[in-house]
C-alpha cells in the first residue's frame, strides 16, 4: 500500500531555449553546450512559479482520508483549474492551463481498491475536465457530456480504483491537443494490495512546450523546467532502490525516451505487473504511456539520464542523480 511503498518520499495532502552558456572548455557564444555544462542563462523563478522541481519529483497527494459504512476506504481529493503563466526555462515563459497552479498537477496516490473522489472546480474561462486512466463507470470517464464543468462550476468523480499501476489523469474538453498542451496532467498511482518493497519514490512526467504556438515545441523537460535537474541534481543514496514512475505527455512529438547512463533498471510497464516485463537502459514511449522503473546504484558520482533524441536534450530534456 501507500504508507510500505514511499520510503523516503514525501506525502502530502490535500527552438528558441537561451542556450547562450559558453561550455567550461570555452564555446561559441549562442551554441548550445554539452555534459555538464548544459544549461540556459540563469535560473528559474520557483517561488514565482509556485513549486519547486523537488515538489513535483517527490510529493504525492494521498487525499483525506475517511470510510464508508461497508468500512472501505474514501480518498478525497479537490483540483482547481486555473490559467497561470509559468515559467519552463529561464526567461521562457509559457501561458498554462493547470491543476491547482501547477504543471504537472498533483500526484494523486491512492491504494486498489479504494474509492476515489475528486471534485474538480473550474476557475478558469475554458470548460475542462479530469480523465482519468483507469477503469470506472462511462459517466465519470471525464469528457464532454460526462463530467465536464463549464467556467465556474464543479463536478465531482466518484469512482473504485483500479487496476493497480503507474497511470495519468488530464483534460479531455476540445480541442484535446490544447488543453492537455497547455498543462492539465498529472500522475495517478494505484497502489497494488500487496504492497511493493519499500523504495525512494519519484514522479518524472516527460513534458514539453511550444511557447511560439507554431505546432512545434521549442523547450523539452522533466516536471516542467528545462535543465532543472542538472541545476539541481537529484540526490540519493548508494544501493538504495529508487523506484520512478515515468509518464510521457508529450505533444506534437511521436516518441520521447528515457536513457539512463552507467546502469540498467527493471521496466514494469504500466506499473500493472508485481515482476518486471524487461531490464535495459533505455525505453520509449508514445503519449500517455506511462512505465515504473526500479534501479539501485552501486557506485557514488554524479549520473546524467535524459531523452536519447538529442534535439530534446540540447532544448532542456536532461538531468543527473547525485549518488552519494
Same mark, same amino acid.
Given at each position: 500500500?501507500?504508507? %510500505?511503498?514511499?520510503?523516503? &518520499? &514525501?506525502?502530502?495532502?490535500?527552438?528558441?531555449?537561451?542556450?547562450?552558456?559558453?561550455?567550461?572548455?570555452?564555446?561559441?557564444?549562442?551554441?548550445?553546450? *554539452?555534459? *555538464? %555544462?548544459? #544549461?540556459?542563462?540563469?535560473?528559474? =523563478?520557483? &517561488?514565482?512559479?509556485?513549486?519547486?522541481?523537488?515538489?513535483?519529483?517527490?510529493?504525492?497527494?494521498?487525499?483525506?482520508? !475517511? @470510510? =464508508?459504512?461497508?468500512?472501505?476506504?474514501?480518498?478525497?481529493?479537490?483540483?482547481i483549474a486555473v490559467d497561470k503563466e509559468i515559467e519552463v526555462?529561464?526567461?521562457?515563459?509559457?501561458?498554462?492551463?493547470?491543476?491547482?497552479?501547477?504543471?504537472?498537477?498533483? /500526484?494523486?496516490?491512492?491504494?486498489? #481498491?479504494?474509492?476515489?473522489?475528486? @471534485? +474538480?472546480?473550474?476557475? /478558469?474561462?475554458?470548460?475542462?475536465?479530469? *480523465?482519468?486512466?483507469?477503469?470506472?463507470? !462511462?459517466? $465519470?470517464?471525464?469528457?464532454?457530456?460526462? #463530467?465536464?464543468?463549464?467556467?465556474?462550476?464543479?463536478?465531482?468523480?466518484?469512482?473504485?480504483?483500479?487496476?493497480?499501476?503507474?497511470?495519468?489523469?488530464?483534460?479531455?474538453?476540445?480541442?484535446?491537443?490544447?488543453?492537455?498542451?497547455?498543462? +492539465?496532467?498529472?500522475?495517478?498511482?494505484?497502489?497494488? @494490495?500487496?504492497?511493493?518493497?519499500?523504495?525512494?519514490?519519484?514522479?518524472?512526467?516527460?513534458?514539453a512546450f511550444d511557447t511560439n504556438f507554431d505546432g512545434g515545441?521549442?523547450?523539452?523537460?522533466?516536471?516542467?523546467?528545462?535543465?532543472?535537474?542538472?541545476?539541481?541534481?537529484?540526490?540519493?543514496?548508494?544501493?538504495?532502490?529508487?523506484?520512478?514512475?515515468?509518464?510521457?505527455?508529450?505533444?506534437?512529438?511521436?516518441?520521447? !525516451? $528515457?536513457?539512463?547512463?552507467a546502469n540498467f533498471f527493471n521496466l514494469y510497464r504500466t #506499473?500493472?505487473?508485481?515482476?518486471?516485463?524487461?531490464?535495459?537502459?533505455?525505453? /520509449? $514511449?508514445?503519449?500517455?504511456?506511462?512505465? $515504473?522503473?526500479?534501479?539501485?546504484? !552501486?557506485?557514488?558520482?554524479?549520473?546524467?539520464?535524459? &531523452?536519447?533524441?538529442?534535439?530534446?536534450?540540447?532544448?532542456?530534456?536532461?538531468?543527473?542523480?547525485?549518488?552519494?
Amino acid at each position: 500500500g501507500i504508507a %510500505g511503498a514511499l520510503g523516503g &518520499a &514525501a506525502v502530502l495532502r490535500g527552438k528558441d531555449l537561451l542556450l547562450a552558456q559558453e561550455s567550461h572548455e570555452g564555446g561559441t557564444p549562442g551554441a548550445p553546450t *554539452h555534459g *555538464h %555544462g548544459h #544549461g540556459a542563462v540563469g535560473r528559474v =523563478d520557483h &517561488a514565482r512559479n509556485g513549486f519547486t522541481p523537488q515538489q513535483l519529483l517527490t510529493e504525492f497527494d494521498t487525499g483525506e482520508v !475517511s @470510510k =464508508d459504512i461497508s468500512g472501505r476506504t474514501v480518498r478525497e481529493f479537490e483540483l482547481i483549474a486555473v490559467d497561470k503563466e509559468i515559467e519552463v526555462a529561464p526567461g521562457v515563459f509559457f501561458p498554462a492551463w493547470t491543476y491547482n497552479g501547477r504543471v504537472p498537477g498533483p /500526484s494523486i496516490r491512492v491504494d486498489e #481498491g479504494d474509492r476515489v473522489r475528486v @471534485k +474538480l472546480t473550474n476557475a /478558469s474561462g475554458h470548460s475542462h475536465t479530469i *480523465h482519468f486512466h483507469g477503469i470506472h463507470p !462511462s459517466e $465519470m470517464d471525464g469528457i464532454p457530456g460526462a #463530467g465536464e464543468a463549464a467556467p465556474g462550476e464543479s463536478f465531482t468523480y466518484d469512482f473504485i480504483a483500479e487496476p493497480f499501476g503507474t497511470h495519468l489523469y488530464h483534460c479531455h474538453s476540445l480541442p484535446l491537443v490544447q488543453h492537455i498542451h497547455r498543462g +492539465l496532467y498529472g500522475a495517478f498511482i494505484i497502489d497494488p @494490495k500487496k504492497g511493493r518493497p519499500e523504495a525512494n519514490e519519484m514522479v518524472m512526467v516527460m513534458n514539453a512546450f511550444d511557447t511560439n504556438f507554431d505546432g512545434g515545441n521549442e523547450v523539452y523537460a522533466i516536471n516542467t523546467v528545462a535543465f532543472a535537474y542538472m541545476n539541481e541534481p537529484i540526490q540519493i543514496e548508494r544501493d538504495q532502490l529508487q523506484r520512478v514512475h515515468l509518464i510521457n505527455v508529450t505533444e506534437f512529438d511521436p516518441i520521447n !525516451s $528515457m536513457h539512463l547512463h552507467a546502469n540498467f533498471f527493471n521496466l514494469y510497464r504500466t #506499473g500493472t505487473k508485481l515482476q518486471p516485463d524487461e531490464f535495459t537502459d533505455i525505453i /520509449s $514511449m508514445g503519449q500517455a504511456e506511462r512505465h $515504473m522503473l526500479e534501479f539501485t546504484y !552501486s557506485f557514488p558520482g554524479n549520473f546524467i539520464f535524459h &531523452a536519447h533524441v538529442s534535439e530534446f536534450v540540447d532544448l532542456g530534456w536532461l538531468s543527473s542523480f547525485q549518488v552519494s
